[in-house]
């Protein structure tokens, strides 16, 4: 039985994306997907979700493609404009949730410590969570099977009684190879219907 749900926040509950900002810098397309894609990428940024600093993390990619030094000083200094807003659907079938009383709820998040404050100021639901276990804050990341295990300990739960939801399959690989259920999301409509196979009514 299912007694835990654990959400991932980014592209699940947080639609966020660089393409918001760089199509605003890039007048090309394919040279934006060119950058985004070989430059500031999904790897780099992973560094400082995982504890780096953003200025660190910004510095040693200037050093290495100085020549690109304005977009990438931009990735984080309007980070703000790569958020694009909740994903209501999921939101909302988070919101059954927490208001049937029958789940703890918590996320489990690679998200930079220094950037992660916006989005708590501006996404309310953020603090329907029982718990936020962190990335930037634990100096770990997923995959790694330490940092779902920060979230077991501490909040003492049963990987069995666990389900993990999550848009990145590599993370969800990571989760069930621990013992826990997992739900690839890729969409709030998808999601629904897998809750539903496991008995969960939203």
Excluded: C
């Amino acid at each position: 039985m299912t007694t835990t749900i654990i959400f991932d926040l980014g592209a699940v509950l947080i639609d966020w994306n660089p393409v918001y900002l760089y199509r605003k810098l890039f007048d090309d397309e394919t040279q934006m997907q060119h950058f985004l894609a070989n430059i500031t990428t999904s790897d780099w940024n992973e560094e400082q979700d995982a504890g780096r600093s953003l200025h660190d993390g910004t510095e040693l990619l200037i050093s290495r493609y100085p020549e690109h030094e304005d977009n990438i000083r931009a990735f984080y200094g309007r980070w703000e404009e790569m958020l694009g807003g909740p994903i209501d659907a999921t939101v909302e079938i988070f919101r059954k949730l927490k208001e049937s009383g029958q789940y703890k709820i918590y996320a489990l998040t690679n998200w930079s410590a220094e950037t992660f404050g916006i989005a708590r100021e501006r996404y309310d639901f953020l603090n329907w969570f029982d718990g936020i276990v962190m990335s930037g804050e634990e100096k770990m990341r997923k995959p790694f099977s330490a940092f779902y295990q920060i979230l077991l300990d501490r909040y003492q739960v049963n990987p069995s009684e666990a389900l993990f939801i999550d848009d990145n399959a590599r993370n969800v690989a990571a989760a069930i190879k621990m013992g826990i259920p997992s739900i690839h999301f890729t969409t709030p409509e998808a999601l629904k219907e897998e809750l539903t196979s496991y008995g969960i009514a939203v």
